[in-house]
């Protein structure tokens, strides 16, 4: 399967937003090294990040998710062929593989990963507790963690032309040089507060776009 795949697939996902009457406004990071594998962690707040998130996916990366998905009609399907990881999270034995498997991939093939750490949608309660398992693959592969965050979308409805302003920004690398495992719940908790923080001012921001005259 092509390393740019999923970054394609994307691209395609993200070119419906407008349709749907979603600007979406994405910014990227300046990265000193972006050949190198990363961590994205992502909030997810609904099925609209798949139209707005979207914009954002590098090329060389692919994206963890639950095995369930494909089983969904068609989109299951493309998920799967288009090259990303699938984690039966409620086997923990079979979890731990495939994360030891995705490290090696991040070593082997210098593929990133795209996570989604809260592990279910947010539906508008702000940030979500996030679950460890990306900053041991963080920390294992020493790779740095990009945050990836999509302002609030609680505002977007499929009956109406005009959805209004989405912002999806691509955070600083923070490095996991130096970090080992007994650090995971320190650098965790330093990850969500720095992306806490941020999403608060891109909701505000967002909401002041919205609120000008058109």
């Known amino acids: 399967m092509h390393r740019d795949n999923v970054h ?3 691209r395609i996902f993200a070119s419906v937003a407008p349709i749907l009457g979603i600007k ?3 910014r990227h990071a300046a990265e000193e090294n972006p050949k190198e594998p990363k961590i994205y962690l992502a909030n997810h707040q609904n099925n609209f990040d798949l139209f707005t998130h979207t914009s954002a996916v590098p090329k060389a ?3 963890l998710g639950k095995k369930s998905l494909a089983w969904m009609p068609l989109f299951g399907q493309i998920y799967w062929l288009s090259g990303n990881i699938l984690i039966d999270r409620k086997n923990r034995h079979s979890a731990f593989d495939t994360m030891a498997k995705t490290v090696e991939k991040m070593k082997n093939k210098l593929l990133s990963v795209w996570i989604f750490p809260e592990g279910t949608r947010s539906r508008g309660r702000g940030l979500l507790p996030f679950k460890v398992g990306a900053f041991h693959t963080a920390i294992a592969a020493k790779a740095s963690i990009v945050p990836v965050l999509a302002s609030c979308q609680n ?33 965790c908790a330093k990850v969500h507060e720095a992306m806490s923080a941020r999403l608060a001012e891109l909701n505000q921001e967002a909401s002041a776009l919205m609120a000008k005259p058109q």
Request: proline share 2%.
């Open 61 to 63: 990366t692919v994206s």
């Open 155 to 187: 505002h977007i409805k499929l009956n109406r032309w005009n959805n209004g302003v989405v912002i999806v920004e691509m955070m600083a690398p923070m490095s996991t040089a130096g970090v080992d495992k007994a650090d995971v719940k320190k650098l």
């Open 8 to 10: 394609v697939i994307a």
């Open 24 to 26: 979406v406004i994405t």
